[in-house]
Each structure stands twice: as C-alpha cells, then as structure tokens.
C-alpha cells in the first residue's frame, strides 16, 4: 500500500533533492544507460565491435530540455554521477525517492537496422550487460529485467528468448516501437508464439529514431519536438489494431502486451470505433469472434508517466469510466527529460485507482514476488 509523505530531503549523490515520495510502488518504466557506447562495445562479438552504428542519442527530435533530473545539478555533481541512468545505486536512490522499492528496466536499444545480424547482436549485448550490472547489483530498490530482441530477426529473436526465459529476473521481453511491419502481420506470428509460450509480455517502446526508421507520422516527418512527444502515441494505434484484426490474441490466448510510451487516452477511444465497425466487418475477419474492446481488457496495459487525459475536475469520472485502475502501470521514464514521481501521476483523491496504478496491476500483471 502507498502512503504519502511530507516534504523531505534526500540525498541522491552530492546533492539535496526535495521531494515527496510514495512507499512502495512499481516503477514499470525505468531505462538504464550505458556510460558510453564503448561500454556497449566490450559486449558484442570482436567481428562486431569496431563496426559503426547508431549511438544511444536520438538524432531525430531531441528533447528541448535535456535530461532530467540531473539538468538542475551543478556540473561538478554531473561529472561525480557520470551519465543519467548508468548507476545501479544512484539509480535506485532516484528511485527510492520517487518512492518505488521495485523497478522494471527497459534498456533503449538501437532502433530498427537494416543489417539484421548487427541488430541481434546489440540486443544479445544489451542482455548480457544488464544481467551483469544491473540484475546482480545490491541495491534498495529490486530491479526486474527485459529482454531485448530484433523482431526482424525471427530465428535470432527466438533463440535469444531461449537464453533469457528462464532467468526469473527477467520478467517480460522488449520490441521497438518503430516497425517494417505492424505486429500483428504474419512475419512475426512465430516469434510472438514463443513469447506466450514463456509467459512473459511484450513491451513496446519508442527507440528513438535511431535506426533506419519510418517518417513518425502518416505524413511525414514534423518538425519540432513538441509535434512529435504529441503525436508519437498514436502509432501503437497501427500495432494494437493490426494484432485484433490478425486475430493474434485469439489465437494466442495468453500473449500480452505493454505500451510503455502512454497512449491510454488516445486509445481507448478508438476502441470505440473498433468496436461501433466490427459487427459490419467481421465477415473480412471471421476470426476475431470478439469486440475488440474485450481484447484490450484482457491482453493489454499502458504504462503512465504523468496521468494522461483530462483536467482534475473531471478525471476521477474520466478514469472510472476507462477502468484506468485496471489498464495503467505508474512508469516514471528515469533518467528521460520527463521523469516522474510517483506522488505527482494521480490526484490524491483517486485513492483506489492510485492503488492499482502505483502497484497492483504491475504486481498481478507481470506475477511479481513478495520481496523477502
């Protein structure tokens, strides 16, 4: 259970933070970094090690603010930290802060490449390097590790999936948010089938335009950065309507998924139009034999970082009506520009929704332990 605190100030390296925290809940979207890509090197074959490709940094829509929460700190505790997010402790005691004890990792890979085996191996790299640094580290905070894979490369993906699914601290695996493809196409169904068959969800996550990626839009590429935070929800829109229509879920009843970047408010009201348009088009897909409403609901989660949706005179009505108790997973997106509390993601009125957001839909959702 959460509870509030007063005001209070910790100490997170050589700096003061204040901050209200909340005991105890599941960060469900925290992105480890590397300290530099030639740390990311020392884990990739020696035929792969000196080959050139994309960096950690997006080169496409950079953020205007730089990354939080160090761009408050003075240069001198910068340089003490290193870069955001590539200390396990320092990590955890931003994290305690925020008021979590357990935190999911989701490592940013390096979007969709066009050389598919390099793509396989920068995930093999990324797996290996966070089992070793941050799955056996000793911190305040217990972390929870994903697996990431190339979707291109289905054999490459199921193999690497063999490797990690039995690690019980790896509780989910992850796939780009960009994609050749919509997920739900017929190239992947193999892959998908071996990832329900280890129990383990699918988190989508943005990579950052990276890669060799698509324009982000329908038409073409905006031009500011606020365009594109605005906008770049809507393509897990493209990869939920594509996994009904295909009828994925209902051939592959225990695959679920996660959307880690928001999308719940632009969402649910397509499933509106999904569900208002089957009953006249499902005889050009006899095999989605349910509203695909009921799909969301049963193979779905969305991953908040500030609560999404409408003003707070209306969103306790907003969430009850949208069941955000039981589709939202409190992500604060640690070290992004836009960290979050999780203090600050849901009025303090929502006390039940709060509950589920902060940690009972991830607990059920990804059947996490008791700590010991």
Known sequence: MWKVYDPMSVTVGNESVRTETVLGSIDTAVHPTFTSDAELRQYLPRAYRDRPFPNSLRYLYSPPTGVAPYGSYSAEARQAAGTPGSDPELAAEHLAAYGSDEAILLPLARGVLPNLDLGTEICKAINTWLAERWLSAATEVRYHGSIRLNPLDVEG????????????????????????????????HRLWEAVAA???????????????????TPSGFPRHYAEFAALQQNNYIYHLTSLVAEGVFERLPALRWVFTDGGFDVMLPLMWRMDMDWPITRVETPWVPHLPSEYLRRHVRFVTSPFEGPPDDIV??????????????????????????ARDILPAALAEVRDRVLRGTAEEFFALRPRS
């Open 198 to 216: 280890s129990g383990l969800p699918v988190a989508v996550r943005n990579d950052g335009y990276s890669g060799a990626s698509f324009h982000p």
């Open 316 to 341: 306790d009505e907003w969430s009850g009506i949208w069941d955000a108790g039981s589709l939202l997973m409190y992500g604060s997106a640690y070290p992004m520009w836009m960290s979050t509390g």
């Open 157 to 188: 993906s199921i193999t690497e999936l063999e490797r990690w699914a039995g690690d019980d601290r790896m509780v989910q695996v992850s796939v780009p948010l960009e994609a050749h493809l919509p997920y739900g196409h017929r190239v992947y």
